[in-house]
Nanobody, 122 residues
């Protein structure tokens, strides 16, 4: 009932930049949090950054000062601006959105994007 479409991944050299986008659509009444996770080969998925409805943000320690998460509430879209990329940032990045459906019961939803590959390599 809620679809997420990610874009913006790719191959970039160390020190480069990328911007990820994730647009949510469907029967959405409200969105509480929008976040980005990543999973590298052989590793567990980890939270990279999250922004909640009031605008508060939280970041993985290793990306603080390099990554910036933002959201456009009118477009139900979340962005992740990644600067000074390092090889250890290489992973599949997943968007996650949590909120309430536009149904009579206002059920909660917790949706994931399909993932977008980010590769940092020279």
């Amino acid at each position: 009932q809620v679809q997420l479409v990610e874009s913006g991944g790719g191959l970039v050299q160390p020190g480069g930049s990328l911007r990820l986008s994730c647009a949510a659509s469907g029967s959405i009444f409200s969105i509480y949090s929008m976040g980005w996770y990543r999973q590298a080969p052989g590793k567990q998925r980890e939270l990279v950054a999250v922004i909640i409805s009031g605008g508060s943000t939280n970041y993985l320690d290793s990306v603080k000062g390099r990554f910036t998460i933002s959201r456009d509430n009118a477009k139900n879209t979340v962005y992740l601006q990644m600067e000074s990329l390092k090889s250890e940032d290489t992973a599949v990045y997943y968007c996650n959105v949590q909120g309430r459906l536009a149904s009579m019961s206002r059920n909660g939803f917790d949706s994931w994007g399909q993932g977008t590959q980010v590769t940092v390599s020279s």
